[in-house]
């Protein structure tokens, strides 16, 4: 517990506002920022919690560079809602809000998808308790990364 709540201290360590009152293009380069840095610290708290052997490290490490490709590119998803909302939040209308909380569920949906298709890949090169805390602590900074997002997106009028 203890490396858990160290890694997240990590994580928050980063002081790059996830979103703000931006236009898209920018919000979209802000956003690239502290993606590369918050997989950084990804990475760090992954060494810092899983207790890799060698083989296991090996085998591990580009496996989980395209699982995070794939998560980004989900990811791409549910930045072009929050963009899309928040240009058009002085003019929201109920056929967009409708829309953009479908494009929400469907980005859900893939992202589910990605982390059931490498949870397979992963229990071919870890056993499945490592499996099972490494799919624990993607959950928890992916929980603590929407939380940061959150706390900048004011909620729909």
Do not use: H
Not at 84 to 110: G, P
Not at 112 to 134: D, H, M, S
Request: hydrophobic share 45%; aromatic share 10%; charged share 30%.
């Amino acid at each position: 517990m203890m490396k858990y709540i160290l890694s997240l201290l990590v994580l928050f360590s980063i002081q790059t506002p996830l979103y703000a009152q931006v236009t898209g293009a920018e919000a979209r380069r802000d956003i690239a920022i502290s993606r590369r840095l918050i997989n950084d610290q990804r990475n760090s708290a992954l060494a810092f919690n899983m207790s890799f052997t060698q083989k296991e490290k090996e085998a591990f490490w580009p496996m989980y560079r395209k699982y995070r490709d794939a998560m980004s590119k989900v990811g791409d998803q549910r930045l072009d809602v929050i963009v899309d909302y928040a240009e058009n939040y002085d003019v929201m209308t109920q056929k967009m809000a409708r829309k953009l909380l479908d494009r929400s569920f469907i980005y859900e949906e893939q992202a589910l998808k990605v982390k059931q298709t490498y949870a397979k890949k992963f229990r071919k090169i870890l056993p499945e308790i490592k499996v099972t805390r490494l799919m624990q602590l993607e959950s928890r900074m992916d929980a603590a990364v929407l939380l940061k997002f959150a706390e900048g997106i004011p909620l729909m009028e």
